[in-house]
């Protein structure tokens, strides 16, 4: 085939570390394995109306760029977000047959689709004109079916991949964490992720709080992530005031990232909404259990004992999993774990992904 255009809302930068580095680190995947791509990516993570008017009125300047540069030697498109992403593969396989495959997320479905009537109708047209649709969960997939009508046949479930090069278990725990300044005698808890409401941050240091009064003392909760909303970020670092056992660290590139699910004890993903929560395979894969929201696509990874399922937006049943992995830790289906990590490992996903560009290639 001649070259892929990868189309995202979302893209890392020097700036913004973690903003869609999963679409970054795929697109590097498929460079290592011989696909040849070009971009058409928002790296600004600004919010507001204006600001993300004027973004997006750059971003699509720089894909209208971009795709007369290289307009001959294009054989597909792939957008990572149905809606706004979308919009630019619907645009050129209407107007110049361009095949399109579009990967949708979960948020795209399960909050933007939901904005306005005319963006829910945006989605649907993108989903339906797409040659694939790639759902990263299965409940997600399900909605795409459903909801969105499209046949099931043209729909595959596949996450963005994790990997396992980077996110690997550590020699040593203790050592690890004793390396990042947490104390190893502790029960160290890790949260990564966006600083939103949607996060369930909010619950977690609410349930974190009344852990540490019961338990005083015994354990630790690190939340790494970048501030998206100034306000919302300040009302939770006010719940967190005075408990010195919470920390809030800014974004890092992902190998040393990986040093945090290596030293903590146990991974905690309360979100509201999740099309899979690839953070939280990331944190099995180095070796570390999780406790997560009974939601979207975490509700299928973490069945079968692979890790504890709470109800979203629920502090006081958040805090007693909390408190039980304090004091029991957590057992973990150890055969379901690595039979997990097999299914989504980037060689696994990226070799499925070639497949789908070829069959779908102009």
Known sequence: MKKALVISNMYPSKEHLAYGIFVKNQVEQLEQEGIETLLAVNTNPATGKKNVLLKYLKWAQNFMRVFRANKRNISLTHSHYVFPSGLFSYYLKKRYNIPYIVTAHGGDINKMAKKSGQIRQFTEKILQSADHVIAVGEELATTIETVFNVASDKITVMSMGIDRTVFKEAPDKKQYATQLGMDPEKTNFLFVGNIIREKGVGELVQAFTKLSESMPGKAALYCVGSTKDANFTNEVKE????????????????????????????????SYIEGLGLVALEAMSCGTPVIASDVG????????????????????????????AVKEGIPVNEARVNELLETHDSKNIIARLKDLYTIYAK
Do not use: S
């Open 239 to 270: 719940l967190a005031k005075g408990n010195a056992a919470i920390h809030f660290i800014e974004p890092m590139p992902q190998h040393e990232l990986a040093h945090y699910f290596q030293a903590a004890d146990v991974f905690v993903l309360p």
């Open 297 to 324: 696509g975490l509700h299928y990874m973490l069945a079968d004992g692979v890790g504890v399922l709470v109800p979203p937006k629920d502090a006081i049943l958040l805090q007693l999993a909390l408190e039980n």
